[in-house]
T-cell receptor
Framework: DAGVIQSPRHEVTEMGQEVTLRCKPI?????LFWYRQTMMRGLELLIY????????DSGMPEDRFSAKMPNASFSTLKIQPSEPRDSAVYFC????????????FGEGSRLTVL | AQSVAQPEDQVNVAEGNPLTVKCTYS??????LFWYVQYPNRGLQFLLK??????LVKGSYGFEAEFNKSQTSFHLKKPSALVSDSALYFC??????????????FGTGTKLQVIP
């Protein structure tokens, strides 16, 4: 398996623009997570899905953030409109929790909002 | 609420020497404990976990960790450090209950620098 695949790896955009980050989880995994990593706040869980259903979005910072998982092999995290404080590395992770108890992370999407 | 503390922002160790990266945790029930490693510009990679059983857990790349219930600690260790072990290490905890995923709480990370 190729692992968790995220795109784009790098995104530079201007304040006010819409940003869409994409994730393909590992096949067979039933949980999908979106994390944000910054120097100031460390690793933060934004939202997670189980069997494509959002379970906990309490970590989503504002209404400007939204996430979807239309099927088992694809998820998006959208920021609209983007702000400079959204600059961070966004990680997607997937898990077959009951089997392994491990999270498998993608390589991340580094977002810079100017 | 569960929490993880990694008291050292950075650990420096000479190549060939043993290394320890410290982690203490707080959780209401039985803990699931994890160590992850992050290399520059990469995602986190799973190293090892403690679910139940033997308190000494062996993982990838020669790392091991010891679960100490009385001290609520789960320190990461390696007998002989390599320069290639230099990375950011995260300890994480989850409440160990059956029935599905329980939220994983990550520590703030410890930067390990192995000096040649």
């Amino acid at each position: 398996d190729a692992g968790v695949i995220q795109s784009p790896r790098h995104e530079v955009t201007e304040m006010g623009q819409e940003v869409t980050l994409r994730c393909k989880p590992i096949s067979g995994h039933d949980y999908l997570f979106w994390y944000r990593q910054t120097m100031m706040r460390g690793l933060e869980l934004l939202i997670y899905f189980n069997n494509n259903v959002p379970i906990d979005d309490s970590g989503m910072p504002e209404d400007r953030f939204s996430a979807k998982m239309p099927n088992a092999s694809f998820s998006t995290l959208k920021i609209q409109p983007s702000e400079p404080r959204d600059s961070a590395v966004y990680f997607c992770a997937s898990s077959f929790w009951e089997n392994t108890g491990e999270l498998f992370f993608g390589e991340g999407s580094r977002l810079t909002v100017l | 609420a569960q929490s993880v503390a990694q008291p050292e922002d950075q650990v420096n160790v000479a190549e060939g020497n043993p290394l320890t990266v410290k982690c203490t945790y707080s959780v209401s029930g039985n803990p699931y404990l994890f160590w992850y490693v992050q290399y520059p510009n990469r995602g986190l990679q799973f190293l090892l976990k403690y679910i139940t059983g033997d308190n000494l857990v062996k993982g990838s790349y020669g790392f091991e960790a010891e679960f100490n219930k009385s001290q609520t600690s789960f320190h990461l260790k390696k007998p002989s450090a390599l320069v290639s072990d230099s990375a950011l290490y995260f300890c994480a905890v989850s409440e160990g209950v059956s029935g599905g995923y329980q939220k994983v709480t990550f520590g703030t990370g410890t930067k390990l620098q192995v000096i040649p």
